[in-house]
């Protein structure tokens, strides 16, 4: 071919990268690996192993260990005798230990790369220039935060044991995201990688080896589902971090319940890529290729949901079917390649399945003709389906592949609406020329991570999780600090006395308790739907059921938009005469509870995260939506007014269940609620059992979260039914302080846009 020719066509040629170095390091090893633990390399006890294969041409590229619960006890030990000492080294000695990782994963990132390409199949040059520098960029981070620890997080101590997973997409990103704040803290870890991609996992304790990580900081085993089984139920294990599926993720929350373990879940998602008619359609199409066909789709946030303002649909989609066409799809060591190689036939299986389904449910497929896929390996054709209703198998379920679902809008009220429609909120890009309208997208699709005219923004110093079935807790950034620690040194709260030395807590409030037996739902005085009453030290009051507990949820979800919607201000104004109101009770930590309260209303504000690029990145704490409150038996009346006030001051509504010891002392707080312009439904409390009560809001998908402070034995129940719409679940015996309370009230979004001439 001539010059002349190369130029007329541009057509690229083959650049492979030489695979060499990572085949010597296979041979190294006689393409057989066991686990490190306690710093070694060791054996699989019960002696089984399995094949890990080259998603491009299907060769067994290892021999891999697979897990036993033997060898999860060895691992989890190491990791347990390391911990007092990795702690007790400080803050600096371990910031040494972690930049030494970041200084060695960067001299051997080509070795890295080439590897990580050869077990995932994604292509050279998104391991080369995204994933191993991000890796190393998070170490370097996350360094930096265990030397300053002590000064920007008093009284933060580490968990423990830390058992993490991490799925087969990003398999040493996944890594560093877990093992670098969870080490950098004072933590140990046990982390078990994906069974397809294992490799670069054990590369890294090479790495930690070389770097001087104390024996057993970081241990890795390998295996299946099952090998993740024995970690997640270990006794020893004080903390779970999961990235993969929201059905394995629903399996961990039932497990883990009641058990006292940590947990924080990096779930599925269906992201939505919202292009509006004022948007650089050229720059929306090449973001669009990065959003969804980057890592072949296989990305939980990916862009695989294309919601288009139907003025110009038709033009988009033609230049995205132009763009498509030119996509190329082949060996993932090419350095010309696009799309590479799916990870494994089971889960080419599955794309195929679901793009079968969404044809027959009426969508339109579009396949580039000149995109062809090499007949050795697991490809699959970049795919755009359009004519696809919101309600399609295609756009509601994860692909996890090369295949985007398109749908079109006309409103900016409806794009938010379609692309909430989903019971995922992992990420979402928005694309417009109007600051203002680019601005009102992030805020109200509910989501964790929202980018402006970009896509696929990460950095290590900013948070990255998801809402909703996309999981809870957040990975990066200071917030996922917050992941990896405990607080100690709190001190109890003293209980106040009156001039006598008499406990007056709750002493008010049966004074002024109605003896009409009534619940408080959707602001209104409301008989118990059991027409029964409970009887506590001569009191009366309601005993509700779960159809009390269901009006009040949907009481609270009816009311919480529009309180939410208020402004900071304005909420603030509502608790400080709510405040004002409670002294009518004589409970005067009470009052000062709803000052601390409304204090804080426009106090909890985001931050802006100095990331490497040309871009604003910024935090936006945002109501978790529906609370569910179980109030503690002591201080009955400050707990609650502690509790509720709290979560309403960030915009969530409450369903509070108070103590059921003295229920009474609550009872008081109707007639101050009703004269200090709460919104009605935004704080309902239903008095009785809660054996009667708890399991409705725990099963409830209208609720978003419950703050647990009952008896220790309903912890385990609550924990296991949250799992079915993976609503966030804090417990506890006595009610922290006001700032962490109002931590629990909030779900963090990140926002980021990208500026530059």
């Given at each position: 071919?001539?010059?002349?020719?190369?130029?007329?066509d541009?057509?690229?040629?083959?650049?492979?990268?030489?695979?060499?170095?990572?085949?010597?390091?296979?041979?190294?090893?006689?393409?057989?690996?066991?686990?490190?633990?306690?710093?070694?390399?060791?054996?699989?006890?019960?002696?089984?192993?399995?094949?890990?294969?080259?998603?491009?041409?299907?060769?067994?590229?290892?021999?891999?260990?697979?897990?036993?619960?033997?060898?999860?006890?060895?691992?989890?030990?190491?990791?347990?005798?390391?911990?007092?000492?990795?702690?007790?080294?400080?803050?600096?000695?371990?910031?040494?230990?972690?930049?030494?990782?970041?200084?060695?994963?960067?001299?051997?990132?080509?070795?890295?790369?080439?590897?990580?390409?050869?077990d995932n199949?994604?292509?050279?040059?998104?391991?080369?220039?995204?994933?191993?520098?991000?890796?190393?960029?998070?170490?370097?981070?996350?360094?930096?935060?265990?030397?300053?620890?002590?000064?920007?997080?008093?009284?933060?101590?580490?968990?423990?044991?830390?058992?993490?997973?991490?799925?087969?997409?990003?398999p040493?990103?996944?890594?560093?995201?877990?093992?670098?704040?969870?080490?950098?803290?004072?933590?140990?870890?046990?982390?078990?990688?994906?069974?397809?991609?294992?490799?670069?996992?054990?590369?890294?304790?090479?790495?930690?080896?070389?770097?001087?990580?104390?024996?057993?900081?970081?241990?890795?085993?390998t295996?299946?589902?099952?090998t993740?089984r024995?970690l997640?139920?270990?006794?020893?294990i004080?903390k779970?971090?999961?990235?993969?599926?929201?059905?394995?993720?629903?399996?961990?929350?039932?497990?883990?319940a009641?058990?006292?373990?940590?947990?924080?879940?990096?779930?599925?998602?269906?992201?939505?890529?919202?292009?509006?008619e004022?948007?650089?359609?050229?720059g929306?199409?090449?973001?669009?290729?990065d959003?969804?066909?980057?890592?072949?789709?296989?990305?939980?946030?990916?862009?695989?949901?294309?919601?288009?303002?139907?003025?110009?649909?038709?033009?988009?989609?033609?230049?995205?079917?132009?763009?498509?066409?030119?996509?190329?799809?082949?060996?993932?060591?090419?350095?010309?390649?696009?799309?590479?190689a799916?990870?494994?036939?089971?889960?080419?299986?599955?794309?195929?399945?679901?793009?079968?389904?969404?044809?027959?449910?009426?969508?339109?497929?579009?396949?580039?003709v000149?995109?062809?896929?090499?007949?050795?390996?697991?490809?699959?054709?970049?795919?755009?389906?359009?004519?696809?209703?919101?309600?399609?198998?295609?756009?509601?379920?994860?692909?996890?592949?090369?295949?985007?679902?398109?749908?079109?809008?006309?409103?900016p009220?409806?794009?938010?609406?379609?692309?909430?429609?989903?019971?995922?909120g992992?990420?979402?890009?928005?694309?417009?020329?109007?600051v203002?309208?680019?601005?009102?997208?992030?805020?109200?699709?509910?989501?964790g991570?929202?980018?402006?005219?970009?896509?696929?923004?990460?950095?290590?110093?900013?948070?990255?999780?998801?809402?909703?079935?996309?999981?809870?807790?957040?990975?990066?950034?200071?917030?996922?600090?917050?992941?990896?620690?405990?607080?100690?040194?709190?001190?109890?709260?003293?209980?106040?006395h009156?001039?006598?030395?008499?406990?007056?807590?709750?002493?008010?409030?049966r004074?002024?308790?109605?003896?009409?037996?009534?619940?408080?739902?959707g602001?209104?005085?409301?008989?118990?739907?059991?027409g029964?009453?409970?009887?506590?030290?001569?009191?009366?009051?309601?005993?509700?059921?779960?159809?009390?507990?269901?009006?009040?949820?949907e009481?609270?979800?009816?009311?919480?938009?529009?309180?939410?919607?208020?402004?900071?201000?304005?909420?603030?104004?509502?608790?400080?005469?709510?405040?004002?109101?409670?002294?009518?009770?004589?409970?005067?930590?009470?009052?000062?509870?709803?000052?601390?309260?409304?204090?804080?209303?426009?106090?909890a504000?985001?931050?802006?995260?100095?990331?490497?690029m040309?871009?604003?990145?910024?935090?936006?704490?945002?109501?978790?939506?529906?609370?569910?409150?179980?109030?503690?038996?002591?201080?009955?009346?400050?707990?609650?007014?502690?509790?509720?006030?709290?979560?309403?001051?960030?915009g969530?509504?409450?369903v509070?269940?108070?103590?059921?010891?003295?229920?009474?002392?609550?009872?008081?707080?109707?007639?101050?609620?009703?004269?200090?312009?709460?919104?009605?439904?935004?704080?309902?409390?239903?008095?009785?059992?809660?054996?009667?009560?708890?399991?409705?809001?725990?099963?409830?998908?209208?609720?978003?979260?419950?703050?647990?402070?009952?008896?220790?034995?309903?912890?385990?129940?609550?924990?296991?039914?949250?799992?079915?719409?993976?609503?966030?679940?804090?417990?506890?015996?006595?009610?922290?302080?006001?700032?962490?309370?109002?931590?629990?009230?909030?779900?963090?979004?990140?926002?980021?846009?990208?500026?530059?001439?």
């Amino acid at each position: 071919m001539s010059i002349s020719e190369i130029y007329r066509d541009m057509d690229y040629g083959p650049a492979p990268e030489g695979a060499e170095v990572a085949v010597e390091w296979l041979e190294s090893h006689g393409r057989q690996f066991g686990h490190f633990i306690g710093g070694e390399f060791v054996a699989p006890v019960e002696g089984a192993r399995f094949e890990t294969h080259n998603p491009a041409n299907g060769k067994v590229l290892a021999q891999i260990a697979q897990g036993s619960k033997a060898d999860i006890d060895l691992a989890v030990a190491a990791a347990k005798t390391a911990q007092a000492g990795w702690w007790q080294i400080g803050g600096y000695e371990r910031a040494k230990a972690m930049y030494a990782i970041a200084r060695l994963v960067q001299k051997h990132a080509r070795l890295f790369a080439v590897l990580e390409s050869l077990d995932n199949g994604k292509p050279i040059r998104e391991t080369r220039d995204l994933d191993i520098p991000l890796v190393a960029r998070h170490f370097y981070h996350h360094a930096g935060w265990a030397e300053a620890m002590a000064d920007e997080l008093p009284g933060a101590e580490p968990i423990g044991v830390c058992g993490q997973i991490i799925p087969w997409n990003f398999p040493l990103l996944m890594l560093a995201w877990k093992i670098a704040p969870a080490i950098a803290m004072g933590n140990t870890v046990v982390l078990k990688p994906a069974e397809f991609t294992s490799l670069t996992a054990l590369l890294f304790a090479e790495i930690c080896r070389r770097a001087g990580v104390p024996a057993g900081v970081v241990n890795i085993v390998t295996g299946d589902g099952e090998t993740g089984r024995h970690l997640v139920e270990h006794p020893d294990i004080q903390k779970i971090a999961f990235t993969g599926s929201t059905e394995v993720g629903r399996i961990i929350r039932r497990t883990t319940a009641g058990t006292g373990k940590k947990l924080s879940l990096e779930l599925g998602g269906k992201s939505p890529y919202i292009v509006f008619e004022d948007a650089d359609l050229d720059g929306a199409v090449e973001g669009l290729v990065d959003a969804i066909w980057f890592n072949q789709g296989q990305v939980c946030c990916a862009g695989s949901r294309l919601l288009v303002q139907e003025s110009v649909a038709e033009r988009f989609y033609a230049k995205v079917r132009a763009r498509m066409e030119n996509l190329r799809v082949g060996d993932p060591l090419d350095k010309s390649v696009d799309i590479g190689a799916i990870v494994a036939q089971v889960q080419l299986d599955r794309i195929g399945e679901l793009v079968r389904i969404g044809v027959e449910e009426g969508a339109d497929m579009f396949q580039p003709v000149g995109c062809s896929c090499p007949e050795e390996g697991w490809f699959f054709p970049p795919t755009l389906l359009t004519n696809v209703s919101p309600a399609a198998t295609v756009a509601q379920v994860e692909i996890f592949g090369p295949v985007l679902v398109a749908m079109t809008f006309r409103t900016p009220k409806e794009a938010a609406e379609l692309a909430n429609n989903t019971p995922y909120g992992l990420a979402a890009s928005v694309w417009t020329e109007s600051v203002s309208l680019a601005l009102e997208m992030a805020s109200r699709v509910k989501a964790g991570t929202v980018w402006v005219n970009s896509t696929n923004f990460f950095d290590a110093a900013s948070g990255f999780g998801g809402y909703r079935e996309s999981g809870f807790g957040r990975e990066g950034g200071r917030e996922g600090l917050a992941e990896y620690v405990r607080r100690t040194g709190m001190l109890p709260v003293a209980k106040p006395h009156d001039q006598d030395g008499r406990d007056t807590h709750g002493l008010e409030a049966r004074a002024t308790v109605d003896r009409t037996h009534k619940n408080y739902i959707g602001g209104k005085q409301t008989r118990p739907d059991s027409g029964y009453s409970l009887e506590t030290d001569g009191e009366e009051t309601a005993r509700g059921n779960r159809k009390d507990a269901r009006n009040a949820i949907e009481a609270a979800a009816k009311a919480q938009p529009a309180w939410a919607a208020q402004s900071a201000h304005g909420r603030a104004q509502v608790l400080y005469y709510l405040a004002e109101n409670l002294q009518s009770l004589g409970d005067e930590e009470a009052v000062r509870a709803a000052f601390q309260a409304a204090a804080r209303c426009d106090k909890a504000d985001g931050q802006t995260h100095p990331v490497p690029m040309k871009a604003l990145c910024y935090t936006q704490n945002e109501p978790v939506g529906t609370i569910a409150i179980i109030c503690p038996d002591d201080r009955p009346l400050l707990a609650l007014v502690e509790l509720a006030c709290a979560a309403i001051a960030m915009g969530n509504a409450v369903v509070v269940v108070p103590s059921e010891s003295n229920p009474a002392a609550a009872a008081g707080l109707y007639r101050v609620l009703d004269a200090s312009d709460v919104p009605a439904g935004v704080f309902n409390i239903v008095s009785g059992l809660r054996k009667e009560i708890v399991p409705t809001l725990a099963d409830h998908d209208a609720v978003n979260a419950i703050w647990y402070f009952g008896p220790a034995e309903g912890v385990a129940d609550v924990e296991r039914r949250s799992a079915g719409n993976l609503k966030q679940v804090w417990t506890g015996t006595d009610v922290p302080p006001i700032a962490t309370r109002i931590q629990h009230a909030v779900q963090v979004k990140n926002v980021w846009i990208p500026y530059g001439a």
